[in-house]
Each structure stands twice: as structure tokens, then as C-alpha cells.
């Protein structure tokens, strides 16, 4: 099967983005044609700093190889560089209908967050997305609950070309993972845990030791102090067993049982540590490829090659049966 999924390069990767996302990337790696792609177009909606993005893109190719993804056997690669992402995007604008994208949840709550920039851009973020998932012939999208509708439109924008062009695309399906499909924030777990809301609210996937022993002892939690997991009564100390299980591999049956009759602080202490042991690989990992700036380069380059063959093929067919001149 042919998968494909990305990340905005800008701000922080955090635990959310590793447990909804990159965590099933790399099972889906060892039996599936991967493609995994830094998206710098869909960062360029909200507002960001130009001098700086250029190091956040080559670093977020360090934080996919620092978490496993092989590129030996996945293709990594930056949207930008394969133009027909964006030359997609705007066929696709031409049959998706306003109402679709205006009733987008991320659409809403982006344009409440950013009214001083309301840029066209964001509302037409679905469709770019929309592109770059279909341009792979995609069988399986790997994301987090949040991206989910977003897929969803990529169907049904699939489903009205091949319609009325005749058949191209495939319907891509959705993959969330099982657990940890929208980890909360640390200070309100009412909120996806995100990186646009301040450091204290998440864990980065790069939290040096101590950072991490501070954020998780402040993490928000409910009254009481029985470490039991109940979603809708303690929001809090749900979203922290859920954490602790998905980095333990322990159920979260065991994870009462072992916590019976010690309290919050014991529990969080615990976790504070299996964080730190977890986290340590991808520190290590993230350091020693900092000073390896042109093997990092290549494997975009190559990434990019293998990326353009696929892309370029279905753009020529998308031609065709729209009624352009082929290139
Ligand atoms: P982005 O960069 O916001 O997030 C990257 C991935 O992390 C997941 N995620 C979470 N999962 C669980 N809990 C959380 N709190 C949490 N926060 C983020 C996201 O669901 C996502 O899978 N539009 C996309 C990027 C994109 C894309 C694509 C994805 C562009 N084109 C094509 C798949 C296919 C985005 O902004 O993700």
C-alpha cells in the first residue's frame, strides 16, 4: 500500500505529533511505500519569520530520521520542491465548493486565532493538503484526530474529479491510531495538546530532562488524587495515563493497578522518568545529525527525485483528462 502523510515545519514538534503521527509512520514503514513530507507551503497560512524557516525545515528532516523513519525505505522530502503540489492545488480549487472549505473545524478556529490575517490561504489550506495526498495515488493517511476531516475532503475531492474527468485518483482512507489519537494540552485538557500554545503546554520531543520533570509535575490535573483513568470526570489524569501507556506499552488497566494507593505526585514522578528514558534516544539521535548537515541534504534530494517520478506521472494524466496540453 502507498502512504503518505506530513508535518508543518514550523514550531516545536511535541509528543502529540509523535503519538497521532509519527509513532504509526514508522510501524506502516516495514510493510507499506511510505512518502513523508514537510509541508512549507501549508506553514506559509499563518504568520511566520522568513529568516528562520529555511533551519526549521532542514530540522524537522532531523526529527523524522532521529524518530526511525528510514530513508532508505520511505521517501522524505520538502513540499515545496515538487511543484506539482501546488499546481494541483489550483485544478483542485476549480472543483471544490466554498461551503467545504468554510465548514472546515480547523478553518474556523484558525480564522478566529488569526482575523488580522485572514489570508485565502487558509481557507484553501484543505485543498493543498488535498493535493499533496493524492498526487501519490495514496491508500492510507496516517494522522491525528485533527487532521481527520481534512482527509475526508481529500475524498470527496477525489470522488468529484474522477466524476467528471473520468478515473485518476484514489480514495485515500484515514488511519488514526487506536490510542492517542489527540493528546491533550498539559494545562487544559480540554485543548489538543499544540505548539502554538506555549511551551509549558506540551512536551517537545527534544525537552531536555529537566524541562520535561518540570512541565509533567505542573501538568494540570483534577481533584481528588486516585490515579484512575475516566475521560469525561479526570480529563487530566486520563490524557496522563493515556501518555504513560503509549510510552510504556502497558494497559492501562496495569497502570492503575501499579499506582493503587500512591497519589498523584508518585504518578507523575513515574511518568516525569519514562519520558526522560524515552525521549533520550531521539536527543542523542538529534545531536549527532546537527553536524551532518550534507547527508541530511542528500537524502532530501533523493527523497525529492523519487517524489517528483510519482508526482509528475499522475499531473500528466490529471492534464489529459482536464483538457490541457501535456508538458
Ligand atoms: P500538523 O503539522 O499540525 O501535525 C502533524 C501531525 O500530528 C498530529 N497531531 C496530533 N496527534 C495527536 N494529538 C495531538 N495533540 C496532535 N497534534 C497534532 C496531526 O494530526 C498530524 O497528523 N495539515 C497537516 C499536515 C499535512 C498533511 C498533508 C498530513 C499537510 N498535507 C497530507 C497528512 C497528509 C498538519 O498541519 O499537521
Not at 504568520?47 to 528532516?61: A, R
Not at 528510514?70 to 515545496?80: A, G, H, L, T
Not at 485518483?169 to 489538543?192: D, H, T, Y
Not at 509533567?216 to 487530566?236: F, H, S, W
Amino acid at each position: 500500500m502507498r502512504v503518505f502523510s506530513g508535518i508543518q515545519p514550523t514550531g516545536k514538534l511535541h509528543i502529540g505529533n509523535y503519538l497521532g503521527a509519527i509513532k504509526q509512520w514508522i510501524e506502516l514503514q516495514e510493510k507499506n511505500e511510505c512518502v513523508f513530507c514537510i509541508v512549507d507551503l501549508h506553514a506559509l497560512t499563518v504568520p511566520y519569520d522568513p529568516k528562520t524557516l529555511q533551519e526549521l525545515i532542514l530540522e524537522k528532516v532531523i526529527v523524522y530520521l532521529a524518530s526511525g523513519i528510514n530513508p532508505e525505505k520511505s521517501i522524505i522530502f520538502v513540499q515545496s520542491s515538487v511543484k506539482e503540489h501546488s499546481e494541483l492545488a489550483w485544478l483542485l480549487n476549480t472543483i471544490t465548493p466554498l461551503g467545504d472549505l468554510a465548514r472546515m473545524t480547523q478553518y474556523k478556529e484558525k480564522s478566529k486565532k488569526f482575523e488580522k490575517n485572514l489570508n485565502a490561504g487558509l481557507l484553501n489550506y484543505p485543498i493543498l493538503m488535498a493535493a499533496d495526498i493524492l498526487l501519490y495515488q495514496t491508500d492510507l493517511v496516517p494522522v491525528g484526530e485533527d487532521q481527520k476531516q481534512h482527509v475526508e475532503l481529500a475524498r470527496t475531492i477525489a470522488r468529484k474529479f474522477n466524476q467528471k474527468f473520468g478515473e485518476v485518483f484514489k480514495i485515500p482512507e484515514v488511519r488514526l491510531p487506536k490510542a492517542g489519537a489527540r493528546i491533550m494540552s498539559l494545562q487544559n485538557p480540554a485543548k489538543k495538546m499544540s505548539k502554538t500554545d506555549g511551551p509549558e503546554s506540551y512536551i517537545g520531543l527534544f525537552d531536555e530532562p529537566e524541562e520535561i520533570r518540570t512541565k509533567i509535575m505542573r501538568a494540570v490535573t483534577d481533584t481528588g488524587k486516585i490515579v484512575k483513568y475516566n475521560e469525561k470526570l479526570k480529563p487530566g489524569i486520563a490524557n496522563l495515563i493515556t501518555i504513560y501507556s503509549l510510552f510504556s506499552g502497558k494497559s492501562i488497566k496495569e497502570i492503575e493497578r501499579k499506582f493503587k494507593g500512591k497519589g498523584y505526585a508518585e504518578f507523575k514522578k513515574s511518568l516525569a522518568e519514562l519520558l526522560v528514558d524515552s525521549l533520550e534516544s531521539f536527543r542523542r539521535k538529534k545531536k549527532e545529525l546537527l553536524t551532518r548537515e550534507v547527508y541530511v541534504k542528500e537524502i532530501l534530494s533523493q527523497g525529492t527525485k523519487r517524489a517528483q517520478v510519482i508526482a509528475q506521472s499522475t499531473m500528466q494524466e490529471v492534464r489529459k483528462k482536464m483538457g490541457l496540453l501535456p508538458h
